[in-house]
């Protein structure tokens, strides 16, 4: 739907599924459900999260054809695709492979190319399309090699963008999105990774998920003048949160329960002016002792927005509310994405009654649980920014 100047959803892989029937039977169940609750009478749009195996599936000409006729029969539109996992994002480990294959590597060029010809082949006229996707590599395979490889792969996407443009005339930015323990961590390491690398601004940009940023404990305002600087274009935000604690025995105990094997949830940890990182939440844990000073943890655990109090723990959602005002005070991104894909391992307590993601709690034709919960964030969002 449309705010203001920019264009607001969420994300479609917080819902499970790798194939494109699995991806449409999910936009025709929850989306559906989520604009007649939010928007009955616009447009709504729609943030895909394709696989690789998904983009290749919706490709061919007759199912993009029969999409289109879907999203225009019920008033939706795909203005953004979620680029970043490339294979399984649910029900099974994902951990550090769900950068790969990264920047370094031809399949990731590859697969974000079909992406791009999905996206034009679905963008409304007049609205500009961006792709979200990984922050070069996992940080423990970068190095001066990885780098220019990163930006040698960027480079020729660019160039099939350029060309998807002067085809179709869709407008397309692919986005990396800054996570911490990745090659590009921060803002301003994107700030820096793009002035030493990239020349095509206008099809290369910055995804600004608001969780990783938080986690690195950032200074909104500092980071954004710092990528406005470096000319640098943010073409997407996503809209997300995350836990946020003061580091005691009782609140590193109730941490255990979110140390989930399937995502991996980095940790930063502030003592005074220095931060220590942690790769995952188990290593965060087993690394702590008694004796630590740690001021506060923030840990990549993407949790609703809409809470704040998690019991022994708070989120992450100041930072958010503060970037959802500087949005409002002066547009930051065309682009608003809520990303909340954590349902399915939240503790019972945190899922407000959500008890499957696919389908209503009672069994009924009603809106999902997962919908309903959906459209709680986006209506907490809209609340900040009209």
Known sequence: MRVGTSH?????????????????????????????QLAPSEPFGVGLRLSARAAGELAEPRELAAFRRFLDEHGLYVFTINGFPYGTFHGAPVKEQVYRPDWTEPE???YTNRLADVLAALLPDGVDGSISTVPGCFRARGGA?????????????????AAVEARTGARIALA???????????????????????????????????????VEFEHLPSALAELRAAGVAVAKVQLSAGLRLTP??????????????VYLHQV??????????YVDLPEALAEASADDADDEWRVHFHVPIFRDDLGPFASTQPFLAELLALHRASP????????????????????DGIARLGSSADGSSGPSPVATAVARELRWVLERLR
């Open 248 to 261: 005691g025995p009782a609140e590193r105990a109730a941490l255990t329960r979110y140390a989930d094997e």
């Open 268 to 277: 930063v940890a502030r003592r005074g002016d220095r931060l220590e990182r």
């Open 8 to 36: 607001l959803t969420y994300c479609t892989n917080i819902h499970p599924g790798e194939s494109w029937a699995e991806v449409r039977a999910n936009v025709e169940r929850h989306v559906v459900d989520v604009k007649a």
């Open 176 to 214: 990396l999105e800054p996570e911490p323990r990745c090659s590009i961590e921060t803002l301003a390491e994107a700030a820096a990774f793009f002035a030493a690398h990239v020349r095509d601004r206008d099809r290369l940009a910055v995804c600004l998920d608001a969780c990783h940023a938080a």
């Open 332 to 351: 930051i991104a065309p682009h608003l994405e809520v990303e909340t894909y954590t349902w399915d391992v939240l503790p019972p307590e945190l899922r």
């Open 108 to 110: 990731r060029v590859a």
């Open 145 to 161: 090699a990885a780098e220019a490889a990163i930006a040698a792969n960027l480079a020729r996407c660019a160039e099939h963008l």
